[in-house]
């Protein structure tokens, strides 16, 4: 029985160590759809939409990565912020966190993203998609 587990883990472990990270270094343009859920009188100070709003132009500008993790900033006509990403195992998926929110993005091709927003703050709630290009 030891024989043939050390045999499956071995044929098995290659597969399980995952796709590499791709480079996702640049920037990153986008005009997502969505909207925000104000629970008081206005927006947070950090929320990049208002309310009615449902198209918000943006760019992420991703200045570091290493292996899976990288680095950036989005920024809006409204706001600014940091954000932190890794990519998953599979090489494809992409978990990103800012101040107050969360993306997860699917890459489409090497300089497409298709990407997920979502906030849930004391002010507001924010959910949004989008389609992200590479600037070249």
Not at 106 to 127: K, L, S, W
Request: hydrophobic fraction near 40%; charge should be negative; proline fraction near 4%.
């Amino acid at each position: 029985v030891f024989v043939w587990t050390l045999c499956l883990l071995v044929w098995a472990a290659p597969g399980m160590a995952g796709q590499d990270a791709p480079n996702l270094v640049g920037v990153w343009t986008t005009s997502s759809e969505g909207g925000v859920m104000i629970k008081g009188e206005a927006v947070g100070k950090s929320t990049h939409w208002e309310k009615k709003q449902t198209t918000l132009k943006g760019e992420l500008t991703i200045t570091e990565q290493n292996g899976r993790v990288v680095w950036g900033e989005f920024t809006s006509p409204k706001h600014k912020e940091p954000c932190i990403g890794v990519v998953n195992f599979d090489g494809r998926h992409i978990h990103f966190a800012d101040e107050d929110g969360y993306y997860d993005a699917a890459i489409v091709d090497p300089d497409t993203m298709e990407m997920v927003y979502r906030h849930v703050t004391p002010q507001d709630t924010v959910a949004a998609v989008g389609i992200w290009k590479r600037k070249k």
